[in-house]
């Protein structure tokens, strides 16, 4: 059922169990379909993210994780409110976009893609410009696999007294972490990244009271979280457009399994372990991570090309081949690939991968293009 395993950031590998629920078709305004599973997809989520499940909600959206920034962005920042968007990669930038395209007055505090989100510079922005209301940032920056420190900025936003809406996109459900403690309001993943799920559809995971406060700002109908969460708790489990029903049901199922593996703390240990044997076996071949380990998140990790004859494309095609996609670089400045360490893999998939580089490393070299290697983008 899989010619390769993808070792990219999402959609990722998913199990066969979770590609099998898929079959089933489901009616949306059965009781089997929103309460049994919505609404129970729904207070999974609140649990996971916090221990204080009582102050928080969660509300799913159609669409791909963008649709889910955008409707949090858009809908928590009021008209005469002012944003403050943290950008130290791609998805940074993207919310800084989001903020442009709905006319959000905004602040962009820029960092290169290889540092982390400073917290003391942030402290000192939110000393002088008191106009700001409303902070995002990412978590793990998925542009270059860089970990921004969570707990330091949350606490810095807090101790202002602004609303703190992060993207954990790539890092909720692999990464632990508690919302509630951390005084996150507004917390935003999607369906195919760390719960390991297909994907269809973004959530908010918020405190309750910053989402009453989201009522009447959206600009955009189908992204307005309110209306789309007002339906969902009246409703018990209703989406107000057509529902993905398939891939949310493979979303239950991706949920079920991670209790079953342990939970996030345990997915977490299999992500690093994963991290670990493929830093170290590309290390040993040549190719050396683009962050030092300190930064590093055990999501994905970007690699230096390891001379400048290297042809990625080459690279790529040799390995899947050998049944691995892996994914380009994305950062400006500097020639890198990524790969990815989360989904339904596990060390032994990245022994194999190990062994796989090997053999497209040894001779010839990738280094020229070989015909019939166009990458598929
Ligand atoms: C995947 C991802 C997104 C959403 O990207 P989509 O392509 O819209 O699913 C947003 N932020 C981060 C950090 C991500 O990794």
């Known amino acids: 059922m899989r010619p390769y395993i993808l070792l990219t950031p999402g959609p990722l590998t998913t199990s066969e169990t ?39 909600t969660s509300v799913l959206l159609q669409g791909s994780g963008t649709f889910a920034v955008e409707g949090a962005l858009t809908c928590s920042v009021p008209e005469d409110g002012k944003l403050l968007v943290l950008a130290n990669g791609a998805y940074g930038d993207r919310m800084a976009e989001i903020a442009r395209y709905a006319k959000i007055s905004h602040d962009v505090i820029s960092f290169p893609e290889t540092e982390t989100v400073c917290p003391d510079m942030l402290d000192r922005f939110l000393g002088r410009h008191r106009d700001v209301t409303h902070v995002s940032f990412v978590h793990c920056e ?62 908010i995971i918020a405190r309750k009271e910053a989402l009453e406060k989201c009522k009447g700002n959206a600009a955009s109908l189908s992204l307005d979280i309110y209306d789309q969460w007002e339906t969902m708790e009246k409703k018990r489990g209703k ?9 949310v049901r493979a979303f239950q199922q991706a949920l079920k399994e991670l209790h079953e593996e342990g939970g996030i703390t345990a997915r977490h240990a299999r992500y690093k372990a994963n991290h670990r044997i493929l830093v170290e076996g590309m290390t040993r071949l040549g190719y050396a991570p683009l962050l030092p380990d300190e930064k590093q998140s055990p999501i994905i990790t ?22 691995f996609v892996i994914y380009p670089g994305k950062i400006s400045q500097t020639d890198t690939f990524r790969i990815g360490t989360i989904g339904d893999v596990y060390e032994r998939d990245f022994e194999a991968l190990i062994k796989a580089v090997e053999e497209t490393t040894a001779s010839p070299r990738p280094s020229t293009k070989e015909s019939g290697t166009e990458l598929p983008r």
Not at 47 to 53: D, E, M, N, Y
Not at 175 to 194: E, H, M, Q, T, Y
Not at 305 to 321: A, G, H, M, V, W
Request: aromatic letters at 12%; charged letters at 20%; a negative charge.
């Open 302 to 323: 970007s690699f230096l090309y390891p001379d400048p004859s290297f042809c990625f494309e080459t690279f790529y095609n040799r390995l899947k081949q050998k049944g």
């Open 142 to 203: 998925t542009t270059t696999g860089i970990l921004n420190p969570l707990e330091a900025l949350c606490s810095i936003v807090k101790k202002h007294g602004k609303t703190l809406i992060v993207d954990a996109m790539s890092s909720f459900g692999g990464i632990p972490f508690d919302a509630g403690r951390l005084g996150i309001d507004l917390l935003v993943s999607s369906a195919n990244k760390c719960i390991q799920g297909v994907p269809g559809f973004g959530f």
């Open 18 to 56: 979770v590609k099998s629920t898929m079959l089933e078709d489901w009616c949306t305004w059965d009781d089997e379909y929103n309460l049994d599973i919505v609404q129970h997809i729904r207070s999974e989520l609140v649990g996971l993210a916090t221990g204080s499940p009582d102050d928080y």
């Open 239 to 247: 989406w107000r457009f057509t529902s993905p029903t398939h891939v």
